[in-house]
């Protein structure tokens, strides 16, 4: 592989992390044209942060984060900053447990994803409440919730083949 090559090569790989969030956040808001239907889809970006968080967080950087938040609450028509503020919080988060994850199963991961999710969710919901100062119910954040811990380890495992190609073309 040239040198130009090698470059375009290791440059993708390093935005990989951030532009796979990003993808997250955009099939979450795909218009569909099915009624209710985005309070019922997993929180992608919100797994997304997590996984990515424990295995390349060099490569997901705050700024990164911050931006697919901002993302994300623009396209979802939440109070702005919000979406942003809780998947900084749950990175910040990881971060200062990663040790626990690495080179364990991966249903610790699983469970960790599983302590940290529900946290990330209430307090996104209880935060969207206040700043809209009106009751949100809580119903669709609940099966959103579910639905994202059940649909955790395929979306890991994606995440975990798309790294290791990444890593393997560099």
Known sequence: MNGLARGFAGAFA???????????????????????????????????????????????????????????????GTPFGLGALELLLVRWLVVT?????????????????AVVAPVAVAGAWLAGGIARGAFVPAGPMAVQLVLTLVTFPAVAWLFGRIDQLVTQAR
């Open 97 to 113: 447990q990663r040790r626990v994850f690495l080179g364990k199963p991966f249903a610790l991961m699983w469970w960790g994803f």
């Open 14 to 76: 390093t935005l990989t992390p951030s532009l796979v969030t990003l993808l997250c956040v955009l099939i979450g808001r795909m218009p569909l044209g099915v009624p209710h239907l985005g309070t019922v889809v997993p929180l992608l970006p919100l797994a997304a942060v997590f996984f990515w968080t424990v295995r390349r967080p060099d490569l997901l950087v705050p700024g990164a984060v911050f931006l697919v938040g901002l993302v994300d609450d623009a396209l979802g």
